[in-house]
């Protein structure tokens, strides 16, 4: 018996301006391999209710109302993108006001300032003369540049995680959520506390979840390698978190054994809070506002458009996320998403995902598509060596769409990208938050000299020294 049709989604559908459409935009989640669709007034909705056990091969994607991209004139960009996010479609279908929305990012927001320094806020997008001169491009061509190294715990990460915490809130303030918290009080009663959150990541993303969840007084669980980075993990337990290293087990199954633990931990009843989609969709929620920001730059400058975007990938939601909410604002420029050679499964399953025609196709074959990388992961930039690009589907879906592809960079590249980007601007990004640009001088023969690019300085440099012609 022929199985009946699945609901398809387009993998080339741009948003279309619609002036009749009215906040908020977006109504439902559904997720890329099965079709299940989850209403976006469903609380704490972060993974496929056909996800069952220890099966990840879902992702719930956001599905909106087609909108033109504007913004209101506030310097939070949760706030001038509010009507675009879904948390806000979550918390207006459930009868939150659109004043107690406000107040609820400015609240949590004031918080997070009180323990990172900084509040969420627009970051710089500009052209970045110095590189673009170095690169070879012309006058009308060359490199923007998004420095996100002051953001929220120096790092694009705390985007993915701020709508997570407001869906989080929320749900608490609305009595949706399954634990108790006194209205207005950061934390849940001693007869019925929060579940602790959890995380499995050595880096920028464990630093954001850990600070984020240090501001709300919120548990955090964080699953580290054995050998984690001792700094790190003393940095994380000033944060608070209660730090869980993670040996591998002899009947551990492939794949990273810090993720198994953390799944073992959200199957026990503590709180996906990490940056993969398929562990918690309510991620690619947030993490499209670095998108919405640089489309709104794109919008306003002088043609030719913005050609190309090469964005670093480790578990692909930076890259899923950005692409989404650049492509927003009308401008198809091509993603090229970028793994070092040491460690590069997103390439691998472009590849095998090529004979199915769209991505989503795809994604019902995810076992065949995506696989652990076997070997063990390296690269100087060591941040994107996730064994698995766990929001693969979403990132091929928009390189498709888009006419990009994959760049897998070598680790000669990655070093020069790092010391270049000392040495032609001010921004002291990290050698992780640097990668993109290791992408671009690896496809540098493919690009024009007129095309204008975009890259993304990720995160700011903490322990690694400077490059050694630069140091002082």
């Known amino acids: 018996v022929a199985a009946a049709p699945r609901p398809t989604m387009s993998d080339s559908t741009l948003p279309r301006a619609n002036p009749r459409a009215k906040p908020p935009i977006v109504r439902s989640l559904r997720c890329a391999a099965c079709g299940s669709r989850v209403d976006v007034k469903t609380p704490l909705s972060w993974r496929c209710p056909n996800a069952k056990g220890n099966d990840r ?73 110095k590189l673009s ?107 608070g978190a209660d730090m869980v290293h993670c040996p ?57 458009l913005i050609a190309r975007l090469f964005v670093q990938v480790g578990g692909g939601a930076f890259a899923a996320s950005l692409a989404e909410g650049f492509h927003a604002g009308g401008t198809r420029a091509a ?28 994604a019902t074959h995810w076992g065949e598509c995506m696989t652990p990388w076997s070997g063990t992961p390296t690269s100087f930039a060591d941040g994107i060596l996730d064994d698995e690009t766990y929001d693969w589907v979403s990132v091929c879906r928009a390189m498709r769409a888009s006419g990009g592809w994959p760049v897998v960079a070598s680790e000669r590249h990655v070093h020069e990208a790092y010391e270049l980007a000392h040495r032609t601007t001010d921004i002291d990004v990290s050698p992780t938050g640097a990668s993109g640009l290791a992408g671009l001088l690896a496809a540098r023969d493919r690009v024009s000299n007129d095309e204008r690019v975009a890259i993304v300085f990720s995160g700011i440099r903490r322990e690694t020294p400077k490059p050694l012609a630069l140091r002082a």
């Open 57 to 129: 091969h879902h992702v719930l994607l956001i599905e909106s109302d087609v909108a033109p991209l504007r913004r209101t004139k506030h310097k939070n960009p949760f706030i001038a993108f509010r009507r675009y996010l879904a948390w806000d479609a979550f918390a207006d279908a459930n009868g939150m006001s659109e004043d107690d929305r406000d107040a609820l990012i400015e609240e949590l927001d004031a918080k997070i300032a009180s323990v990172a320094g900084t509040g969420f806020v627009f970051t710089p997008f500009a052209r970045a003369d």
């Open 248 to 304: 591998r087990r002899a009947d551990d199954p492939p794949g990273d054994p810090c993720v198994h633990r953390f799944r073992e931990a959200t199957r026990d009843g503590a709180i996906p809070f990490g940056v993969q989609g398929p562990e918690n969709a309510w991620c690619l929620d947030g993490g499209r506002t670095i998108g919405w920001e640089m489309a709104y730059v794109a919008e306003h400058m002088e043609p030719p």
């Open 133 to 239: 001169d170095a690169l070879g491009f012309s006058q009308n061509g060359g490199v923007w540049v998004k420095d996100e190294t002051h953001n929220v715990a120096g790092s694009q990460k705390s985007r993915h995680l701020f709508t997570e915490l407001l869906h989080l809130v929320a749900a608490e303030r609305l009595g949706l959520a399954p634990w108790s918290s006194a209205s207005g009080s950061s934390s849940g009663t001693a007869t019925n506390p929060r579940p602790p959150l959890a995380i499995a990541s050595c880096g920028n993303a464990a630093f954001a979840a850990s600070t984020l969840a240090h501001a709300l007084k919120w548990p955090i669980q964080v699953f580290v390698p054995e050998h984690a980075d001792a700094v790190l993990v003393q940095r994380l337990r000033d944060l």
């Open 335 to 362: 993603l090229h998403a970028v793994q070092a050679e040491g460690c590069a499964p997103l390439a691998r399953a472009w590849q095998a995902s090529s004979k199915y025609k769209t991505a989503i196709d795809a």
